[in-house]
């Protein structure tokens, strides 16, 4: 605001003079010069009528020659102020109107009115800066569970986009470079309700300074960064950044999953994935053979690692050595496009294909060129740009790669289901067949859709009516959030995953485990079953009759009928 003040001031300050000084001669000259009264007598205007009549003709509303007919000299004067003060207005109200259009002025404006509110935040928010593909899926799935986010964008077509966007709730948002500390502090840095930055420009080194700048200043608030870049990342984690995303070794991690235990990743893309999507199909991606990866650049290097990680020398193709660096090993010179170079990489007898370039439209080239020579690849397909989903579901890829989706849904988890991260992280140490296991319960129960994931903290904010029942000593199982509210013989359609308990962590805990206050759950399973969930959770009568099986009614009218004997007590076993 002391911006705004200061280019309104200094705009307007030169007008301002003038027509002060233009009115004070106007004024001035009117008290001077002596005029007549009725009788004929020298008189003078004093200030106070020289300047009301002054106030009405600049502003050539209309006036009368008060107290007294003017003589000829004042007409004269008053005529000359008249175009005076006219011309001075005129030049006063155009200077406002081109400060009005100016983009700096506009600009600031907009910066305050965007600080107000993000200052009267009442609810606890996530900072996204960069609202690109990446930030843009997020954005919609953070505020799709009800999280609160605020946003910064250099690039003033996203901010309108933004605006435009049938979101479910509001997203302040700023046009500015994220990477100066003022935007980022307008932003809400500082704010006591900021619970985490998100930096997902496409700029390592923006992300990096956004980073540095949100711990300098707020050293206890979660920083997540984008990053494909290893010196990078390693300069994030020297100053304790929390999480750091690259979206190509983060791929290339799925696919040594899929290739050691294709049941893991499947549970993985399942758990993670969008409620409401469809369920993905099992993929088996060949540990043997000849593997072809075509472009050699971050994505290509993070997926030929992976491959000699799993004993796999991969043939690369590569078109501009030179610039992405030379390939260790066998190696193609060209793009991958043409026939003639998938067969001098030995197509005929590959398995596997990754086509791995920063064009889509070369990737699909790729593809389609390597399947008339070798219908039965398995292939990888990169995809850069989301505009080209369309065509990119059409080439049906065994698995895709898109950079803004893994880094969004990596994100979506991080924030919104924080026990899920650790879920799938310790289940990286479990067996294929415990994850086949998973799989087969989960598939039975949620059909064709994804399974939803939610979690439930022993708080009385989230569980009122079973933290009442432990403060009253009573004992309640995890078996007991899982009945049925409304029939307590039958079982909700959901899976605990994890139960965490102080610094403790039980994977898929037993039915019969017993509860304690502050206690932290995580369930997968149907969307209706996370609704009558809540209903045990936080409905006293509700949870009496899941454990007891007596059904209390809790109004006073049927109490009073109950006690007249009008009404049975309902129980049921």
């Not at 300098?216 to 929390?242: Q, W, Y």
């Not at 399947?371 to 895709?400: C, G, T, Y």
Request: with cysteine; glycine share 8%.
């Amino acid at each position: 605001m002391h911006s705004i003040y200061f280019l309104i001031f200094r705009r307007m300050r030169q007008p301002l003079l003038t027509l002060v000084l233009t009115y004070a001669v106007a004024i001035l000259g009117l008290s001077l010069i002596p005029g007549q009264d009725n009788a004929g007598n020298i008189w003078h205007m004093d200030l106070f009528h020289a300047f009301y009549f002054v106030s009405f003709m600049a502003t050539t509303i209309g006036f009368g020659e008060i107290p007294y007919p003017f003589t000829d000299a004042q007409r004269l004067w008053v005529t000359v102020s008249l175009y005076a003060t006219v011309v001075v207005w005129i030049y006063s109200i155009g200077t406002l109107l081109a400060l009005i259009q100016d983009k700096t002025f506009q600009q600031a404006m907009t910066e305050g009115k965007f600080t107000k509110r993000v200052k009267r935040m009442r609810d606890a928010f996530y900072l996204v800066c960069g609202y690109g593909e990446t930030g843009s899926a997020l954005v919609h799935a953070l505020t799709e569970r009800d999280h609160s986010v605020v946003v910064i964008d250099i690039n003033p077509d996203r901010v309108n986009i933004l605006q435009l966007e049938n979101l479910r709730q509001y997203v302040p948002a700023l046009e500015g470079d994220a990477s100066r500390p003022i935007h980022l502090l307008e932003a809400g840095l500082k704010h006591p309700l900021c619970h985490g930055v998100v930096a997902l420009t496409n700029v390592n080194e923006v992300n990096l300074k956004i980073a540095i700048t949100s711990k300098l200043l707020h050293p206890e608030i979660k920083v997540i960064c984008r990053s494909d870049s290893h010196d990078i990342e390693a300069n994030m984690a020297s100053f304790g950044t929390n999480h750091i995303i690259n979206p190509f070794d983060t791929f290339a991690n799925h696919l040594a999953t899929a290739l050691q235990a294709p049941g893991l990743y499947l549970l993985h893309a399942w758990l993670t994935g969008e409620r409401g999507f469809p369920l993905e199909e099992p993929i088996y991606p060949p540990a043997r053979g000849r593997w072809i990866v075509c472009g050699y650049g971050r994505f290509g290097r993070a997926i030929c690692r992976r491959l000699k990680d799993e004993g796999i020398e991969p043939v690369v193709i590569e078109a501009m050595p030179d610039v992405t660096g030379m390939p260790s090993g066998d190696y193609v010179l060209g793009r991958g496009t043409e026939a003639k170079t998938l067969l001098e990489a030995g197509i005929e007898q590959a398995v596997g294909l990754v086509a791995g370039t920063d064009n889509d439209a070369n990737n699909l080239s790729i593809i389609m060129t390597a399947r008339e020579l070798r219908p039965d690849l398995f292939v990888i397909l990169r995809q850069n740009q989301k505009e080209n989903q369309s065509i990119i579901d059409a080439v049906k890829a065994d698995m895709v790669m898109h950079a803004s989706a893994i880094i969004a849904n990596r994100i979506r988890v991080l924030l919104g289901t924080p026990l899920l991260y650790q879920f799938t992280s310790l289940a990286l140490h479990e067996s294929d067949q415990w994850a086949c296991e998973l799989v087969s319960r989960i598939s039975a129960m949620v059909t064709t859709e994804g399974p939803s994931i939610w979690e439930i903290s022993m708080t009385h904010i989230n569980a009122l009516a079973v933290c009442g029942a432990l403060e009253q000593g009573r004992q309640v199982k995890l078996q007991h959030l899982l009945a049925d509210p409304r029939e307590r013989e039958r079982s909700l359609s959901c899976i605990p995953l994890l139960l965490k308990r102080g610094d403790h962590r039980i994977m898929l805990p037993n039915a019969d485990t017993v509860l304690k206050s502050g206690d932290h759950l995580l369930f997968c399973g149907r969307h209706t079953s996370r609704d009558g969930m809540e209903w045990g959770l936080q409905n006293i009568h509700a949870l009496n009759y899941i454990l007891t099986g007596e059904s209390a009614s809790g109004g006073w009218f049927w109490r009073l009928l109950k006690r007249s004997g009008v009404v049975a007590t309902e129980s049921k076993s």
